[in-house]
């Protein structure tokens, strides 16, 4: 059964940053892209950022680029999404998935932005 667990979420001030980690078993993360999406309490599931399958080239959503990077580590098949600079608007818990969300979402990673 392939199973998606992000971590890494947590409380932090706006100008921080975080680090997710999303691991995955039964399933090999380079064999394909993958994406890092994120909903807002009251909003629908966004796509954040997509790493396409060579590992090379990422796409970002507007409201992230510059600030977040997505990477993955294929020994440890993990993918990462490294948040910098952090504002109250990235609130919202995230999760990883193909770019076409074809396996069972996980349980997601709360992150918070406050003061």
């Known amino acids: 059964e392939v199973r998606l667990v992000e971590s890494g979420g947590g409380l932090v001030q706006p100008g921080e940053s975080l680090k997710l980690t999303c691991a995955a078993s039964?399933?090999?993360?380079?064999?394909?892209?993958m994406s890092w999406y994120r909903q807002a309490p009251g909003k629908e599931r966004e796509l954040v950022a997509t790493i396409v399958s060579d590992g090379f080239n990422s796409e970002y959503a507007d409201s992230v680029k510059g600030r977040f990077t997505i990477s993955r580590d294929n020994d440890k098949n993990i993918l990462y999404l490294q948040m910098n600079s952090l504002k109250p608007e990235d609130t919202a818990v995230y999760y990883c998935n193909t770019p076409w969300s074809t396996l069972d979402w996980g349980q997601g990673t709360a992150v918070t932005v406050s003061s």
């Open positions: 039964e399933f090999t993360i380079s064999d394909c892209g």
